[in-house]
């Protein structure tokens, strides 16, 4: 799974949390290039009637499905043939299915098989089953955004995405240069900021440095020396090219000093 894999994010917004979906896109994002999002659901419900804000801010496609018999859903089944569909066009790398549903099983069972990679993002309580038929599980729990029950999604203000505070923005850029480090630095423990740059923008797209109060992503980085190490190169052309190193160090460190 490198970063040039093409992506496929397959949601299943009857039991994916709407506050997480922000990060779930990250991830997905962050395993290569994002070519095609969808959310299914039956949009007409209730319950599902705050992600209107999210899917448009977002880009992600939804996809109606209709609860053709009352009490039971078919979400799944409409992801799981999308999915197929998808599978062969020979398009995409590697699968993302948000859900933690264990009617999923056969389907990231399927992909495998067939070559397709498989991340699986849903509840800690999801069956071990599902977890295992992926090749990588990610706990919804877990990740940054704060999570929604659908009962709370029916709340007078939720159809608005809260904005996210300055330091919450910071303290998210700051974690995706540590992942960019992990994944792209060199045998010294290096990456060039350029690199990470790209790595940002393509796990957030439209990302812009001067938001966060800083010309240059640079100086966002020579802002926590206690978290990176940052050196000059000389690069193949001759031309001047700087690098950063990240430092090993408590999460909480860097988190206490930017809130």
Do not use: H
């Amino acid at each position: 799974m490198n970063g040039t894999a093409k992506i496929a994010l397959l949601i299943d917004a009857d039991n994916t949390q709407i506050g997480k979906l922000d990060d779930i896109v990250r991830i997905a994002s962050s395993r290569g290039r994002l070519i095609l999002k969808r959310a299914y659901g039956n949009w007409q419900k209730d319950t599902l009637k705050s992600w209107n804000s999210y899917l448009k801010r977002l880009a992600i496609k939804a996809e109606q499905q209709f609860d053709y018999v009352s009490g039971k859903n078919a979400t799944d089944i409409a992801l799981v043939i999308d999915a197929m569909s998808l599978l062969q066009t020979n398009l995409y790398d590697i699968f993302v299915i948000s859900a933690s549903d264990s009617d999923y099983t056969p389907l990231a069972v399927k992909l495998r098989e067939s070559g397709a990679g498989v991340i699986g993002i849903g509840a800690k309580t999801a069956p071990k089953a599902f977890k295992n038929s992926c090749d990588e599980y990610i706990c919804i729990e877990e990740l940054g955004g704060k999570g929604t029950s659908l009962q709370q999604q029916d709340s007078a203000d939720a159809d608005a995405p809260k904005t996210a505070e300055p330091c919450d923005m910071v303290a998210e850029t700051l974690e995706l240069l540590k992942m960019a480090a992990e994944k792209y630095m060199d045998e010294n423990g290096f990456i060039y900021i350029g690199t990470a740059g790209m790595y940002i923008r393509r796990a957030k797209p439209g990302f812009d440095i001067k938001t966060l109060g800083y010309p240059k992503l640079t100086m966002l980085i020579e802002a926590y020396p206690e978290m990176f190490e940052i050196k000059e190169y000389i690069g193949g052309d001759d031309n001047r090219v700087v690098g950063y190193k990240y430092r090993v160090i408590a999460r909480s460190a860097y988190q206490a000093d930017i809130t």
